[in-house]
């Protein structure tokens, strides 16, 4: 091989040098989140403990044992299922768009049944005198990814998305996308609608197209099928 490579031979000898710095151990089948940089190094459940417990007085204007309670079951949850840091993040950047004056979404979802996040002021939706429950939210019987619905305005939208980006790497941030579909039947009532077709025709159309996700308009208009036939009878 050396000789395929000349007045490259150092680099040739360094090959299995580099081969045995190659030595990478993958976590797999485990949830990987990202890490808040915390100031002063500090662990990241205690700085979430400590947010808490502020918000907590300044939601409520006092601590009661209810309030302690419901709390301190919330915090063993979250630091049991590790995920202090993903309350980190979303706290900071729900903060960052309302010290910027984006208007921010009062809560939707599951998360508006989180005390934590209710101190945090990632929602505004007070949870206990609502009776919402945070098991909605994060299940202690069922670990599974938190997921906190955040509504910004248009306007500030992409500043919270350009902040995000910034501060861990744009190479580690993206956007997720919501593909949404009908079946086919679907397909065919909404079209009558916006056509503005009878009811009872589209009806009678949508009834002679087999149910399922994957039932398909082409393969119902081929020969044999009943609404091919219907279609060459009218």
């Known amino acids: 091989m050396a000789g395929d490579f000349p007045g ?9 040098e580099i081969a045995e710095r190659c030595n990478v151990e993958l976590e797999l089948g ?3 989140l990202p890490r808040y940089p915390v100031p002063d190094g500090r662990d990241a459940f205690d700085y979430l403990v400590e947010l808490c417990e502020k918000g907590l007085l300044k939601r409520y204007g006092k601590s009661t044992p209810e309030l302690q309670e419901r709390l301190r079951f919330e915090l063993k949850t979250i630091k049991e299922m590790g995920f202090a840091d993903y309350f980190l993040i979303v706290w900071d950047f729900v903060n960052f768009a309302k010290r910027s004056s984006i208007q ?48 910004f305005s248009v306007a500030g939208r992409e500043r919270v998305i350009n902040y ?3 501060k861990y790497g744009r190479d580690r941030v993206a956007q997720i996308i919501t593909f949404g579909t009908m079946m086919a039947r679907a397909a ?21 197209i087999p149910e399922g996700p994957k039932v398909y308009l082409d393969e119902c208009l081929k020969p044999g099928q009943e609404l091919k036939q219907a279609y060459d009878a009218d």
Do not use: H, Q, W
Not at 112 to 138: H, K, Q, W
Not at 193 to 201: D, F, S
């Open 30 to 32: 485990n949830i990987l």
């Open 164 to 166: 995000v980006a910034e």
């Open 188 to 208: 065919v009532r909404d079209a009558g609608r916006v056509l503005e077709v009878p009811y009872g025709t589209v009806d009678k159309v949508a009834k002679l």
């Open 104 to 151: 921010v979404g009062p809560g939707r979802g599951s998360a508006a049944g989180s005390l934590a996040a209710y101190c945090l002021e990632i929602t505004d939706v007070d949870p206990i005198r609502y009776e919402l429950l945070f098991e909605r939210f994060l299940n202690p019987g069922r670990k599974s990814l938190p997921d906190a619905d955040i509504d």
């Open 8 to 16: 490259l031979e150092d680099a040739m000898r360094r090959t299995l």
